[in-house]
């Protein structure tokens, strides 16, 4: 018999999935045939699996030995995977922001938010690597929990990046993500002159073959296209760019750089959605080599949570190259909402 106590991080998720961590190798059958003969009990009595997780709650699991060590990660792996989880060098985390339950990550242009293929190093390597560094996360807790992040960037966008460093904080802003109370604001660089605050809408549909997406002011009538809404606040211009901070109201996969190319007015140094004759000019003339779109400020209303940025540094360049920078225009960035 193996008895557990739920600690923090295994709080508040359901009974089903924390076994399903537990006994990694398990098939799910078995776990609920346990469940059902009372040879695994949740503070005593019998469990369905759908219970919610509080702490101190109390497992047992009646199983031999032999059959727990069977379905269990073996412990060498766990100790393996954290020794190389503190390989990579958590100093390249830029973390602007930090609490107990809550991490945020100046993301820079280039690095994957997650791993596409097995072999990749994410964002959330580098933040385990500093949990685990910490001390904040240990070996055994990576047997049942694992912190993660709760939104996306592009790799070639640049910016703040939420995630979890507990299950509380990770599941509360997971649902501060879908519930939209926390609103998200960007940075970007376009083409043209724009003067006027102004928002947006439209429909997006994703083309699979191109893994770009498609944007009309109509409803396409298609069975995969999504209701788009972007709103856009110009802070400083020249005669051919405008720098703008976006409010992203829905958060849709290339939102922001479809949308405004969409208008005429495509980020500088999008070699998918803008101008390749533009985007090489400020190439040769700036070294861009990926879109000039910064996440920039993350605004959290129930902990009255207001996060930025400074500018990014390519950004910076071209706004004092092209003269669109001016004294002020960080505190006009964060004054506009």
Request: proline fraction near 4%.
């Amino acid at each position: 018999m193996k008895q557990l106590i739920i600690e923090k991080n295994e709080a508040g998720q359901r009974f089903d999935k924390f076994l399903a961590k537990l006994l990694k190798e398990a098939p799910s059958s078995f776990i609920h045939k346990m469940l059902r003969k009372k040879n695994i009990t949740l503070n005593g009595k019998k469990a369905d699996g759908s219970e919610k997780l509080l702490l101190n709650d109390e497992v047992k699991l009646f199983l031999a030995d032999e059959t727990i060590e069977k379905f269990s990660v073996p412990a060498g792996q766990i100790e393996a995977e954290s020794a190389n989880l503190t390989k990579h060098d958590s100093n390249k985390l830029d973390i602007v922001f930090e609490n107990e339950d809550i991490i945020m990550i100046n993301k820079p242009s280039g690095m994957l938010s997650q791993k596409a293929k097995p072999e990749d190093v994410s964002l959330i390597e580098y933040m385990l690597s500093y949990l685990l560094q910490t001390g904040e996360l240990t070996t055994e807790m990576l047997k049942t929990f694992k912190p993660g992040i709760c939104n996306r960037l592009d790799r070639n966008t640049s910016g703040i990046v939420v995630g979890g460093k507990t299950m509380k904080g990770l599941q509360k802003m997971s649902e501060a993500f879908k519930e939209r109370t926390i609103h998200k604001y960007y940075l970007c660089i376009v083409k043209g002159i724009l003067k006027d605050r102004n928002t947006i809408e439209g429909f997006l549909v994703k083309d699979h073959s191109t893994n770009k997406v498609i944007i009309s002011k109509n409803d396409p009538n298609d069975s995969e296209s999504l209701p788009i809404k972007t709103e856009y606040i110009p802070i400083a211009n020249n005669d051919t760019l405008t720098l703008l901070k976006v409010n992203l109201i829905t958060g849709r996969s290339h939102q922001i750089r479809a949308h405004l190319s969409s208008i005429g007015h495509p980020i500088i140094g999008d070699f998918k959605y803008g101008s390749a004759t533009i985007n090489e000019q400020y190439n040769k003339k700036y070294n861009i080599k990926s879109q000039l779109l910064h996440a920039y400020e993350v605004v959290y209303t129930p902990m009255q949570l207001k996060v930025h940025t400074e500018i990014p540094k390519d950004m910076d360049h071209v706004l004092r190259g092209e003269n669109i920078w001016q004294p002020g225009i960080q505190e006009a960035l964060e004054a506009q909402y």
